[in-house]
C-alpha cells in the first residue's frame, strides 16, 4: 500500500491535526468535571448493574423453588372419599344413594353437581365438596336436626312418617335409627303442600321449636309427655294475631298456648300439673295459658277414672 | 426519531472569551440559543495563544458558565480561528471537458475541484478552508456546470491556511475540557455570514470584524467569498495609543474610549473637556476631548489605510456595490462608519446580527459566536458529517445528562 504524500490536501488539513489533550492540558475544571462526569457514569452502572443483578436473582430464585410445587397429575382417578356428618349420614349411604361419576379423575368431576345434589335432599342444610389431591374428595355434610314428626300418605297409599326441621323444612328420613326419633311430638293440624319431588316448608316452625326447646331444657318431664303439637289455629305467618299452639299430651288432654313469652306459660303450665299431682287431681282436661296472666283448667265431670284418660 | 443536540460555539478572542450553546432540534432544521458563558482572556495575544494553561483556564471556566446557563452538556465545539498566521490565496484550476458532445460530466467537475485544492503548503501549515468562488465555462460563470456544454472548465477557490502548532494549540485548549473540536470556521466568514445579507453578498461586500487585536476581513462578490485576511489591528491598539498619549493607565484609556471615545473630529469638539474620573479625587484631570479624538482617529484612520492597501482592487463602488459592513466590538465606537466611508471610500454601515436573536445577543461583538452556531446548524445537513454519538453507552450517558 502506498504511503500517503506529504502534500496530500487530506494530511495537510486541520482536520489531521490529532485531537487529544495531554495530561498538562487539562485545566482544574475540565478535571473536575471530568470526575464529576465519571463518577456519575459509574453511579448509573451500577444501578444498572444492581437492577440487572436484582433481577437475575429473581430469575433464580422463582426458578429454584419451582419444584416444591407439586402438580397433581390431571388422569389421576379418585381413589378415596373422606365422608363426615355430624349427623345419622355415613359413607355407605352416600355410596348407595348418591350417583356421582366414579369413572372420572378428580379434575374431571364437578364438586359442584355433587354439592348441589346432596343440598337437594331435605335432611343435608348445607354440603361441603372439596379436592383433596392428588386422589381424594372431601365432603363435609351438616345435617338438619329434626323438631317435630308426622306421618303422610304417599302417592301410593302407603303411610310414611316425615321430620320438621327447625327452619320448617319437611324431610323424609334418611338413615334414622327411629328409636332414636321416637320422643318427638307429632305435628298435627297443618296441610302439607308438594311441589315436585319436595314437600314445602312449613312456615312458623322456628315459633314452635322455640316452644320446645324451652320446654325441654327447663321441664323435661312435661315434655316427655307431649304427643301432638297442633297447629291448627297457628299458621305462623302473622305475627302480632290471636293465633294459638295446642299440645296434647298424656297428662293433658289439650294445652293451649299463645307463641309468645314462652318461659311464662311453662312456668305456669309447670305449678297446675304439681298442684294437681299433689293433690291427686288426674281428670284436667285442658289447660288454657293463652289468657294473660290467668290459667284457665278444665275437669272432666262425672266420669269414671277411665273415661277421663288422655 | 427526534433526537436533539447540544452545540457549543467557542471563540477565544484578544479580550474574552464567548461561548454560546445552541440546541439543535426537528432533526437538524432549527436551533435554539439556550446559554452563554464568558470570562476575560488570558494567555492570548492577537489570537494567538501565547500562554496554554491561562488560555485554557479562561476558556474552561467560559464553557462552564456557559453549559451552567443552559443546563446542559455540550456535545460538540465548533471553534473560531483567528490570527495573523492565518493566509489566504487563490487557486484557480482547468480541465477540458472529456465527454465528446461537450456536456460536463461529474467526473470533471471532481476532477477540477481536485486539482484547484491540490496546491502544496509550506511546512508545517494546514488547510482551514477550501472555499468556492464559482465554475467557469468556457469563461462563463455558472452555478453548476453539470450536463452543461462547454470546452474548458474552471473553478477557482480561495484558500485558508495556518500555521499547525497554533491551530493545534486552539483545538487543544477544548481538548483539555474533554470536548472535540467538530469544526472550525475562521471568524470572519463566521461574523460575515450574520450581518450581511444575500442581496449584499450577490453584490459585492466587504465585512470588517473589528475585534480587540485584530481586525478580520471578509469579501463577497457575486455571492461568493472571494478574499479572508487577519490585519493584527484592533481596539487594544485605540486604548494603547491613549494611554501613551494621555499619559494614564490601560484601564483609565480603556474607560475613555469607551465613553467618550470618537473616530472622527467634529469643530464643536475643538474646546470641550472630559474628567479622567469625574469625582475630583487625586489624580482626577481635565483631558481635552480633542486629544482623544486625535488619538483615536489616527489610529482609525491607520487601520483601515492597511485595509485600504490590501483591498485596494476592491475597494470602489463598481465592485463594492453593497459596501463595507462593520463588526465587532469597536464596530460601536460612534462615527466608526463615517471614518470608515471617508477612508475607504465606499458607502459603510454598522452591521446588526439577525433579528431572531434576543435583544442583547444582537451586539456586534457575538457576530462570530453567532456565525459559528449557525454553521453549526447547518453541518447537521450536509452528508457524511453526521458525527452523532450512536453507542450504547453514550446513548446512557446521554439519558442521564452526563
Known sequence: ??????????????????????????????????????????????????????????????RSHESQIILAGPSDPVRRINFQSNGELDYQWFKHNVAWPQDKTIMEIDIFAIKQMLEKKGQIATAVVSRKFPDELNIEIIEREPVLRARVQSEKGKKEEVYIARDGTVYFHENYEKTKKKHLPYLGGVRFKQEDDHILALPGMDVISQLLDTARLNYPNIFESWKVVSCEEFDGLNEFSDEIIKIRSSIVREIIFTPFDFNRQLDQLARVIKYSERNHIYNIKRIDLSISDQVAVQYYTDLGPKKFRN | MNENRIIGAVEIGGSKVVVMVGEIIDEGRSLNIIGMGQSTAMGVRKGEIIDFRAASDCTHAAIIAAEKNAGATIEGVFLAQTGRHLQGFANKSSVMVSSPDSLVRQSDIQSVIENAKRKELPPRHVYIHHVQCG?????????DPHQMQGDELDVTYWHIEGDERKVSDHIHVINGFGLKVEDMIISSIASGCMVASEEEKQNGVLVLDIGCSTTDYLLYRNGHIVRTGVISVGGDHLTNDLSLGLRVNKHQAEKLKLEFGKAIIDSEDKNEKVWLFGDLTIGDRAIPRLAIYQILKARIDELFGIVKKELVEFLN??????????????????????????????????GDNPSWVRDDLRKPEYSTVLGL???????????GQNIKKTGIFSKVANMFNL
Open chain 1, 1 to 62: 500500500m502506498a504511503k500517503k504524500t506529504s502534500n496530500s490536501t487530506e494530511t495537510r488539513n486541520w482536520r489531521g491535526i490529532k485531537q487529544t489533550a495531554g495530561r498538562q492540558a487539562v485545566s482544574t475544571i475540565a478535571r473536575k468535571r471530568k470526575f464529576v462526569a465519571h463518577a456519575k457514569m459509574c453511579g448509573v452502572i451500577l444501578i444498572i448493574l444492581l437492577m440487572a443483578g436484582g433481577i437475575a436473582y429473581s430469575v433464580h430464585f422463582f
Open chain 2, 135 to 143: 465554475f467557469q465555462l468556457d469563461g462563463r460563470p455558472v452555478k
Open chain 2, 317 to 350: 463602488p463598481e465592485e463594492l456595490a453593497a459596501g463595507v459592513v462593520l463588526t465587532g466590538g469597536v464596530s460601536r465606537l460612534p462615527k466608526i462608519a463615517d471614518a470608515a466611508s471617508h477612508r475607504l471610500g465606499v458607502s459603510t454601515r454598522i
Open chain 2, 373 to 383: 452556531l449557525y454553521y453549526g446548524l447547518t453541518a447537521q445537513n450536509i452528508e
